[in-house]
C-alpha cells in the first residue's frame, strides 16, 4: 500500500505498532518514525516548499469544531449510501482520503459503513491537520493509517486503492488514477455554484457563480447535487468562514457582516463518482 517517497519501494509498518522498532521503513532502511500521536511523516523536508505548509492550527481547528457538529451530514450520507449499494461484505477495501483535514469523513465512514472490511487512510500535507486525524481516530492500529504527504507526489503504490475520496481539497488526475486498482471509485467533492452565496453576495460585489464541471475524459459512473440549508448561530459562522478561503480575503468589517447576518445559508455540493477502468 504505502511506498517510500525517497526511493518508491515498497514500506512496511511495524507489526506491532507500539513496539520499540516503531518506524516504517523500506529495504533500503530508509525509515519514518511513527510519532506519539500515531501518524507517520512520509514528507521529507526536501520535498517541502515551506515550513509549515497546508491549513494553519485555527482552520484544522475551526473545520474540527465545525464538522464535529455533523452539519455536512447529508454529504456523508449521499457517500456512504452510494458506497453500500457497491461494496459487497465478503472483500476486503482500502479507502484513502486525499487532503483529509482532520479526518471528519474517514471517521464518519467508519461509523456508517462498519460492517464491512475496510482500512482508512488519508494524507495531508497539513501536520496540524494529520495529528487531529489521528487523535481523534483513537487508534494506533493499522485499521486507520494517517500520513504527512502531498497528494501531488503521493507515497502509496500504484493499484493499491478501492475508494478515493477527495474533499474540497487538491489531487491531479494523473496521481489519482496511479494509485486506484482497476474498478476502483474516486468520490470527488466540490462546491456547487450556490454553495454559501449569502456569504458572496456579502464579500464580492461582481459575484459570478461557476457551475463545476466533472474532470474532462474520465468515467463518470455518477453525479449527485446534495443541497439544503443551515441555520448557524455567529460562532458556527465565524468556524465557517475561518475553514474557506473567505477567512484571509475579506475585510474584517464584511466578515462581521456574514456572521452577524441572520438569513439561512445555502450549502450546495456536486458529488462526482468516477471509476477506474484499466482502457482509460
Ligand atoms: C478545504 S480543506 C479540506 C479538508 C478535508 N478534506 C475536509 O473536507 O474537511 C483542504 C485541505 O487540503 C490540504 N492540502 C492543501 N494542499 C495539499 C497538498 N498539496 N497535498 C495534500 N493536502 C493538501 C490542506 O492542508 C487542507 O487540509
Ligand atoms: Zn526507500
Known sequence: MWQCPICTSALHRPDDPVSVNNSWR???????????????????????????????KNMVKARELFLNAHHYSP??????????GRLTLDNSYCMFDAGCGEG???RQLNRILAEFNITYCGNDISKNAVIRAAKQ???????????VASSFQLPVSAQSVDVLLQVFAPIPKTEAFRILKNGGLWYQVVP?????????????????????????????VHEYDVSFTLVLSPDEKAQLMAMTPYAHSATEHKRNACINSDIPLTIAFKIYVYQHLEHH
Open 75 to 84: 454529504l456523508i450520507e449521499t457517500i456512504a449510501k452510494d458506497l453500500k
Open 26 to 56: 523500506c529495504k533500503q532502511s530508509h525509515s519514518f518514525d511513527v510519532a506519539k500521536q500515531g501518524y507517520v511523516n512520509l514528507l521529507p523536508v526536501q520535498f517541502k516548499q515551506s515550513l509549515d505548509p497546508g491549513d494553519d
Open 192 to 220: 456547487n455554484s450556490q454553495h454559501l452565496q449569502e456569504f458572496k453576495t456579502i464579500l464580492y460585489t461582481d459575484n459570478q457563480a461557476h457551475s463545476p464541471q466533472p474532470e474532462e475524459g474520465l468515467p463518470l
Open 104 to 106: 471528519y469523513y474517514l
Open 137 to 147: 481516530a483513537h487508534s494506533l492500529d493499522s485499521k486507520h493509517q494517517y500520513i
